[in-house]
């Protein structure tokens, strides 16, 4: 067995929010449901959808999900990177060969890690499919079959966060990511309340945004300290990494970076400085599957902890979950999937299994879920683009 990888087709697509999604998050902090300081409405969600074809018909996909806000990106960025100037490293190798394409990616194109990620990614589904096994067995095999999650509550009236919350107790998630930094009067009053309703029945973490400057965040984090905070992430600017050092070093609870976190080196970078406590990886950070075991093994060498987050489509979705399925005793915080709640469609053709605040790892050979290609038909917002 030799395949070679023959062609990349990459497929830029919008999908919008759930009317119910847009309704709450219009009506939250900065009609975001969130305190991070964009102006521009989030009606919905940009991706770029990759699929590699084998010279024996195999076909791996992988997704990103871009922000500007965040990642500074959008769909033509990333497929002109690939188009121009990654793509040659991947075309007629063996997808097996991963691990030296990851290497002569890193030697010959500097930083990069969403596109990079986004087309190992898709070799991994490949490989999984190639030797009809899961993906997770590229990892080391599964642990565990299903997987607990978190889920998110956005930053609005606090009557609405309770109700929201309660909704979502009821319905089996025992862990919650709730959004603060309006001020921290009402960030007190929010966790105050949240943990006065479940009690010890609930892990509480929260999402700042870079809602402060770093003395503030001093002062907002000590203030809610009293209701058991797992962790807070993203307190200031994510270009401040001497600001997150500044706070870690002055509050107890663990400090998550988000938006500052986009590579290994960034995370090395923020570990050094003392600056977090916990790591966070979805499908684009720190770019693949290969770096996020990397990261993932040395955040458990180093005490830290580690979470698995996005809001992606569901093939991003089963990745992540393969991911924590061969990782879960490295990983001490419940997983966040929030794509399925937010998204009017998910892409692909057998949903995911969601049920009471778990997620069942996807059986089957690579990713575990078929992309609908209606659907990609429907919400592409530009032609395909094929890479020969």
């Known amino acids: 067995m030799n ?20 309704e709450v998050m219009e009506s939250g902090e900065g009609s975001l449901g969130m305190a991070i300081p964009s102006e521009e409405p989030w009606t919905g969600a940009d991706f770029v959808i990759c699929r590699i074809t084998t010279s024996d018909g195999s076909i791996g996909v992988a997704d990103v999900l871009l922000w500007l806000p965040e990642d500074g990106l959008l769909p033509e960025n990333v497929i002109n990177s690939v188009e121009k100037g990654f793509g040659k490293y991947f075309l007629g190798e063996n ?11 890193d030697r010959n194109v500097a930083r990069n890690e969403i596109e990079k990620g986004l087309l190992e990614n898709a070799c991994y589904d490949l490989m999984g499919k190639i030797i009809n096994r899961p993906a997770c067995d590229l990892m080391g095999g599964k642990s565990v079959d299903r ?7 956005p930053l609005t009236d606090l009557n609405t966060m309770v109700t929201y919350a309660k909704f979502f107790y009821n319905s ?28 010890p029945k609930v892990r509480l973490r929260v999402d700042y945004n870079q809602a402060y400057r770093p003395a503030e965040a001093v002062q907002a984090i000590k203030s ?22 500044y706070v870690q070093k002055r509050v107890d609870t663990p400090l998550m970076a988000h938006e500052s976190f986009f590579s290994l080196n960034d995370f090395a970078t923020l570990v050094e400085l003392r600056a977090v406590g916990v790591l966070g990886i979805n499908c684009g950070r720190p770019g693949g599957i290969i770096n996020s075991l990397k990261a993932i093994d040395y955040a458990e060498q180093r005490g830290l902890g580690v979470v698995v987050h996005d809001q992606s489509l569901g093939i991003s979705a089963a990745m992540l979950i393969h991911l924590v399925a061969a990782k879960y005793h ?7 999937l929030f794509g399925h709640m937010m998204l009017e469609d998910d892409l692909i053709v057998k949903k995911l299994e969601f049920k009471k605040g778990m997620v069942k790892v996807p059986e089957g050979p690579g990713w575990g879920v078929q992309l609908d290609e209606e659907a990609l038909e429907k919400y592409a917002t530009g032609p395909t683009i094929f890479l020969e």
Do not use: C, W
């Open 147 to 153: 997987i607990p999650l978190a889920v998110l509550v």
């Open 3 to 22: 395949p070679k990888i023959v062609s990349i087709d990459l497929t830029p697509i919008h999908v919008p929010f759930r009317k119910e999604t847009r």
């Open 330 to 336: 490295s990983i001490n915080h419940d997983t966040e």
């Open 172 to 199: 089996g998630y025992k862990s919650f990511r709730y959004k603060l930094g309006s001020n921290i009067i009402e960030d007190v009053e929010i966790s105050k309340t949240l943990r006065e309703v479940f009690g």
């Open 95 to 105: 997808p097996f060969n991963i691990r030296r394409i990851h290497d002569r990616l």
């Open 224 to 245: 809610i300290e009293p209701y058991d905070i797992d962790y807070a992430e993203q307190p200031v600017s994510k270009n401040d990494f001497l600001g997150m050092a």
